[in-house]
């Protein structure tokens, strides 16, 4: 199976800040790779897929880039509603395998 | 819209059963592939089955293969997760999920989840 490595595990930060994400994959996954934004108690939401695209009605301060195995989620002006926990999901192959998890805090 | 629902989740003790449902509709549910995702409590996701759009195909997680199968009735837009030999890391919110305005890729339709206890 593909693992997902994804870094930092927690990340606090304030309004208005940059923040960036990894996930390493443990193979060659070309660009099929998502991100996700989960909130308490709600299901995960997609924010980008194919590495770099943006699903319909994501805002344009999330960015995704990489393709291979180094993928990166960029947030560049966090927002308060921003403030979650965030995943990366690879679609290259079953098993699919998601990240760890990036628990977005506010300092 | 798509709508995924979730049902079936309870309380089960260990060793015992249980049969979660995931109700479709929005979309031409006979032509998409299906997944169950599982999440533990304050833990991260993971996968656990997926299957065809006819049923055909079917993967299961190493963590579930031969105590849990998939399947699915397009005939009533339903998708299903029988669940055996239940132990207490079974433990979690159970989501169904797919790939539907994507087509193909990560996915991008979750139901809202049903939650499973295993406990005595």
């Known amino acids: 199976a593909i693992q997902m490595t994804q870094s930092p595990s927690s990340l606090s930060a304030s309004v208005g800040d940059r923040v960036t994400i990894t996930c390493r994959a443990s193979?060659?996954?070309?660009?099929?790779l998502g991100w996700y934004q989960q909130k308490p108690g709600k299901a995960p939401k997609l924010l980008i897929y194919?590495?770099?695209s943006r699903q319909s009605g994501v805002p344009s301060r999330f960015s995704g880039s990489g393709s291979g195995t180094d993928f990166t989620l960029t947030i560049s002006s966090l927002q308060p509603e921003d403030f979650a926990t965030y995943y990366c999901l690879q679609d290259y192959d079953y098993p699919r395998t998601f990240g760890q998890g990036t628990k977005l805090e506010i300092k | 819209e798509v709508q995924l629902v979730d049902s079936g989740g309870g309380l089960v003790q260990p060793g015992g059963s249980l049969r979660l449902s995931c109700a479709a509709s929005g979309f031409t549910f006979s032509s998409y592939e299906m997944n169950w995702v599982r999440q533990t409590p304050g833990k991260g996701l993971e996968w656990i089955s997926f299957?065809?759009?006819?049923?055909?195909?079917?993967y299961y997680a190493d963590s579930v293969k031969g105590r849990f199968t998939i399947s699915r009735d397009n005939g009533k837009n339903s998708l299903s997760l029988q669940m055996n030999s239940l132990r207490a890391e079974d433990t979690a919110v159970y989501y169904c999920a797919s790939a539907i305005t994507l087509v193909a890729g990560p996915f991008d339709s979750w139901g809202q989840g049903t939650l499973v206890t295993v406990s005595s």
């Open positions: 299957i065809s759009s006819s049923g055909k195909t079917i």
């Open positions: 194919a590495a770099s």
């Open positions: 193979q060659v996954i070309r660009n099929d």
